[in-house]
């Protein structure tokens, strides 16, 4: 079952965004799910993450009391809450299933990707 990523588009500099990542079959309620994202050029780097009961969240340092990851199990869903955000912050976002048991910040820990939804920040 694929994850269905969306949420993305043009926003000015300072604006938000939130990002969804829907599980339509139910299929990974019960793993932690992360948020990536790839600029041009440069390789895909971890966001945010969640853990299965969604008590547990972390982030990188560059989005930290910017960005919020939080999920709703009643529809399936893993939400990304993008504040204040900045033209660095432009890139595809995707978010990833963490089956695999190890660090959540590691992308090589996910095992399962969504399609990536274009999220572009200009100045």
């Known amino acids: 079952v694929q994850l269905q990523a969306s949420g993305g588009g043009l926003v000015q500099a300072g604006g938000s965004l939130r990002l969804s990542c829907v599980d339509p079959?139910?299929?990974?309620?019960?793993?932690?799910m992360g948020w990536f994202r790839q600029a041009p050029g440069k390789e895909r780097e971890f966001v945010a993450a969640?853990?299965?009961?969604?008590?547990?969240?972390f982030y990188a340092d560059y989005v930290k009391d910017r960005f919020t990851i939080s999920r709703d199990f009643a529809v399936n869903t893993v939400y990304l809450q993008m504040n204040s955000l900045k033209p660095e912050d432009t890139a595809v976002y995707s978010c990833?299933?963490?089956?695999?048991?190890?660090?959540?910040?590691?992308?090589?820990?996910?095992?399962?990707w969504g399609q990536g939804t274009l999220v572009t920040v200009s100045s």
């Open positions: 079959g139910r299929t990974y309620s019960r793993y932690g």
């Open positions: 969640i853990t299965v009961s969604g008590g547990s969240t």
């Open positions: 990833a299933v963490r089956i695999s048991s190890g660090s959540y910040y590691m992308r090589s820990n996910y095992d399962y």
